[in-house]
């Protein structure tokens, strides 16, 4: 009997062996990915300037040659990756007889930790389409205070309504 137990034994270790040496040689790996998008968000607050200047006022502004707007729209930037902010001018608004172009339009921003087309702190006509500010850096929630003139001529520009409509475009690669 005793011989009849070691075969048994010895075939068991020897059915068993493989599995456990295949056992300990497996490798199992896991990975985890995600691809995180760009991200970039727009916003205009305070957008439209209507405003309606006294004779006082009117007097200051004939002195100086232009009207500086008092309501001064917020433009919020965010975006996490490279940004271009830019604007053109349309739709100039001059009574019947007076002759206003994009050029008697000036705009600023007071941001002056951005690349821009000199827009920062200075006033400076929205000629076809101009980049006002840009960084090829990714940009935290950041609000830019336009300031809006217009240049004014006591001789030709007669009493009436002067406007210009203004769009922004942010751009973000994705």
Do not use: C
Not at 12 to 35: D, G, N, Q
Not at 37 to 50: D, L
Request: net charge negative.
């Amino acid at each position: 009997m005793k011989f009849n137990i070691t075969i048994i034994l010895g075939l068991a270790s020897m059915l068993f062996l493989p599995y456990i040496a295949i056992a300990k040689s497996i490798v199992k790996t896991s990975s985890a990915r995600m691809r995180i998008p760009g991200v970039a968000s727009f916003r205009i607050e305070n957008a439209n300037a209507v405003e309606h200047p006294t004779g006082v006022e009117m007097e200051d502004v004939y002195n100086k040659g232009f009207y500086e707007f008092k309501n001064q729209p917020e433009l919020t930037l965010q975006s996490n990756t490279s940004w271009t902010l830019t604007v053109s001018a349309s739709n100039i608004v001059a009574p019947a007889g007076v002759t206003k172009t994009a050029e008697d339009f000036k705009i600023k921003h007071d941001q002056s930790k951005f690349s821009d087309g000199g827009f920062y702190n200075s006033y400076k006509s929205v000629t076809g389409t101009s980049t006002i500010a840009s960084s090829d850096k990714k940009l935290p929630i950041s609000i830019l205070t336009m300031n809006y003139a217009m240049d004014v001529d006591e001789e030709n520009d007669t009493p009436g309504d002067y406007g210009v409509t203004l769009t922004y475009t942010f751009t973000s690669p994705s």
